[in-house]
Nanobody, 114 residues
Framework: QLQASGGGLVQAGGSLRLSCAAS????????MSWYHQAPGKQRKLVAL???????FYEPSVKGRFAISRDSARNTVDLQMNSVKPEDTGIYYC??????????WGQGTEVTVSS
């Protein structure tokens, strides 16, 4: 089970930190990621950290967002800086085990006001 938190209302240019906690026995070979679903749009990957600590960022958030994980606590955070109105939407965390088993959190809403 994944529990996401940290969403809310923030002004453009501000910062927000999202957190996601996974419960249960989590194997070491897991990727943890955050997806963004803007209103009326498809869900898309914004940041991923794999089991070795390698990170991937969607180009529009690179340099503004930072993903981090704590394997001991089974958590993954997304630090969002210099947010823009287009960052508005629902953010979902995802846990991928052995590249094939995917588990989604319930989503947390972020609204960026201009």
């Amino acid at each position: 089970q994944l529990q996401a938190s940290g969403g809310g209302l923030v002004q453009a240019g501000g910062s927000l930190r999202l957190s996601c906690a996974a419960s249960g026995d989590i194997p070491s070979e897991t990727d943890m990621s955050w997806y963004h679903q803007a209103p009326g749009k498809q869900r898309k990957l914004v940041a991923l950290v794999d089991s070795r600590g390698s990170r991937f960022y969607e180009p529009s958030v690179k340099g503004r967002f930072a993903i981090s994980r704590d394997s001991a606590r089974n958590t993954v955070d997304l630090q969002m800086n210099s947010v823009k109105p287009e960052d508005t939407g629902i953010y979902y965390c995802k846990l991928t085990i052995a590249t094939t088993r995917n588990y989604w959190g319930q989503g947390t809403e972020v609204t960026v006001s201009s």
